[in-house]
């Protein structure tokens, strides 16, 4: 992917499939670091397009697949792994509801009524009982 900055944050989906055996746990375990450091190696270069991919062991015999897929990320996607690793805070109270538009909407109903008449306060007032008291229940 490109390194250049144009406001699109990449994603990187990679998706491994790996079927050996071996004569123990250890010897398998390495081989599969090996093949993990090499396709790690691999995408840090850049030399894998999206699609499907053979993984191969050293000696070169495919030991299972990998795809990738690089694309654009999506927003809200980032921003909930991004709370999630700690990169930033949540911002949500504690009923879902964003904690900065919490503040405002408070500040807002102050400033508001601070800027209108008695008259004017009173007229809202009115307006909304009659709105809430004329519905059907």
């Known amino acids: 992917m490109d390194d250049e900055d144009d406001g699109v944050t990449p994603c990187l989906k990679c998706d491994v499939?790996?079927?050996l055996s071996g004569p123990n746990d250890a010897t398998i375990n390495k081989w599969v670091a090996d093949a993990l450091r090499r396709l790690a190696d691999s995408i840090e270069k850049d030399e894998l397009e999206t699609?499907?991919?053979?993984?191969?062991d050293g000696v070169?015999?495919?030991?299972?697949?990998?795809?990738?897929e690089k694309r654009?990320?999506?927003?809200?996607?980032?921003m909930i792994a991004r709370i999630a690793t700690g990169e930033i805070k949540d911002i949500t109270t504690e009923d879902g509801k964003n904690a900065a538009a919490v503040a405002l909407g408070r500040m807002g109903g102050k400033a508001r009524a601070l800027n209108m008449t008695a008259a004017q306060r009173q007229a809202v007032a009115k307006k909304a009982a009659k709105t809430r008291w004329s519905k059907i229940r």
């Open 17 to 19: 499939e790996i079927d």
């Open 51 to 56: 699609g499907h991919h053979d993984l191969k």
């Open 60 to 68: 070169g015999k495919k030991i299972g697949t990998v795809y990738l």
């Open 72 to 78: 654009p990320a999506d927003a809200n996607a980032v």
